[in-house]
């Protein structure tokens, strides 16, 4: 099990940038694939971008590829996601999640853990 805290949410202007961070628990951190997922108001959660356990594959939803980038840092037990260019479109709770299959995953059930997630707001 490994515990998984997001931080660097915010409001910011449509064009701007955001870095989101996922401290994780844990000595097993580099045992996970590690994910990132975002919820908008009555909507399902949805598939951002996710990172193999050794930072060398990646995988990004074709609506922030070019805009976003995923990477992790395995001696700080965190994985960030750099937003940039940022649409109206991108606002939602943003979710840090974790998986221990080697198969890099863009569904929901296949990640077993989650953060709390934090809200990512862009005003146009």
């Known amino acids: 099990q490994v515990q998984l805290v997001e931080s660097g949410g915010g409001l910011v202007q449509a064009g701007g940038s955001l870095r989101l961070s996922c401290a994780a628990s844990g000595r097993t951190f580099n045992s996970y694939g590690m994910g990132w997922f975002r919820q908008a108001p009555g909507k399902e959660r949805e598939f951002v971008s996710a990172i193999s356990r050794s930072g060398t594959r990646t995988l990004y939803a074709d609506s922030v590829k070019g805009r976003f980038t995923i990477s992790r840092d395995n001696a700080e037990n965190a994985v960030y996601l750099q937003m940039n260019s940022l649409k109206p479109e991108d606002t939602a709770v943003y979710y840090c999640?974790?998986?221990?299959?080697?198969?890099?995953?863009?569904?929901?059930?296949?990640?077993?853990?989650w953060g709390q997630g934090t809200q990512v707001t862009v005003s146009s």
């Open positions: 999640a974790a998986d221990r299959s080697l198969v890099l995953g863009r569904r929901v059930q296949e990640y077993e853990n």
